[in-house]
């Protein structure tokens, strides 16, 4: 009964301290030589959308 007791304590752990480590810390950054196009204008063309269900 106690092995049990540490084996689910230890699955816990190893599961709690693979979540802390997910993610990046600070603000997101752009790469090099983009630039920040937000916020966009929808649509971005006033030019009608021609496709499959136009007539």
Known sequence: MKLH???AL???LGVATALVGC???GD???P???KDG???TYPQSSDPQT???SG
Do not use: I, S, W
């Open 5 to 7: 007791g540490l084996v």
């Open 10 to 12: 230890l699955l816990a």
């Open 23 to 25: 993610g990046k810390k």
């Open 28 to 30: 997101p950054t752009l």
């Open 32 to 34: 090099n030589g983009q």
């Open 38 to 40: 937000y916020p966009h």
């Open 51 to 53: 496709g499959v269900f």
